[in-house]
């Protein structure tokens, strides 16, 4: 059986309410030149954000493209209620997408084709696409929805729609880790017509990234199960399940997993395309 198959979520999705006059104040959230730290206590009722094209929607807005932040993506986790849908979710015919479902079921035509994605459940969204979704479930349907602006390469034809689940995809051993450092890719990494990449990092207990990796790639991670300490940029920031990471360009990372459970966390990065000067 693979570490796939035995991998069992749910996936955190507690979002929204309002905490008691009863709790003090401070938290771990953080914003610094090189990393931002959204812990998932920020994800309460009163930062939502409502896009026009959804209707019985509601979303957090983890990343957006800022002066000496993050400017290649953006990254929000939606909430759609039951009955709510959105007829032509993406405004901007330029910008592809990907959706990642954390809870409940969504229903996306794409192209015409109707597809059900369930906890796991992932779709790539190509620019210029057509597309709708609409929650047809009884519960709550919660995905984190990352946008980026696709950059043509002249000769290479744009990537068509993939859809998916990641307990479906065989994760790759990362060399010299005895299968405790695993990587679920849920886009192919060796087709470069995509410019960026979303995958899925599990930890066993107490496996690292024994190195601190600095590099040109951006990143979103939001963490679905576990806890673990990430040295970011010098400090050691302790994250769980529930929070977000925004890298920025060259941000100096490495983590350790804490247990007792495996450390995955959901990442985008920025790949295969050349530096535009």
């Not at 519960?139 to 290479?156: C, S, T």
């Not at 744009?158 to 065989?170: F, H, I, T």
């Not at 060399?175 to 995509?194: H, Q, S, V, Y």
């Not at 951006?218 to 400090?235: F, I, W």
Request: proline content about 7%; some cysteine; charged content about 20%.
């Amino acid at each position: 059986m693979t570490a796939a198959a035995t991998h069992k979520a749910p996936y955190y999705t507690n979002f929204g309410g309002h905490p008691p006059q009863t709790e003090l104040l401070t938290d771990r959230a953080i914003v610094t030149e090189a990393y931002t730290v959204i812990p998932k206590g920020v994800l309460r009722d009163i930062v939502t954000s409502v896009f026009p094209e959804w209707s019985n929607t509601r979303a957090w807005v983890l990343n957006r493209p800022i002066a000496g932040g993050a400017t290649t993506f953006s990254q929000s986790i939606l909430e759609v209620s039951p009955g709510g849908a959105a007829s032509k979710p993406e405004p901007q015919a330029e910008v592809s997408g990907f959706i990642f479902v954390l809870g409940g079921e969504l229903s996306l035509v794409i192209e015409g084709a109707e597809h059900v994605l369930s906890e796991g459940g992932y779709a790539y969204l190509p620019a210029g696409s057509t597309w709708s979704a609409r929650n047809d479930g009884a519960e709550v349907a919660n995905f984190h929805w990352i946008r980026k602006r696709y950059e043509p390469v002249a000769g290479i034809a744009a990537p068509g729609p993939v859809v998916g689940n990641e307990r479906d995809v065989e994760p790759g051993e990362m060399p010299g880790t005895e299968g405790k450092w695993r990587t679920t890719r849920m886009l192919d990494p060796n087709d470069i017509a995509f410019d960026f990449g979303v995958n899925i990092v599990t930890f066993e207990p107490g496996a690292s990234i024994p190195f601190a990796e600095t590099h040109v790639m951006e990143h979103g991670l939001y963490v679905l199960e576990g806890k673990g300490v990430y040295r970011l940029n010098g400090d050691w920031v302790e994250v769980e399940a529930g929070d977000y990471m925004s890298l920025r360009a060259f941000c100096p990372q490495a983590c350790y997993a804490g247990g007792p459970s495996n450390f995955r966390y959901l990442l985008y990065k920025d790949q295969n395309r050349q530096v535009a000067l």
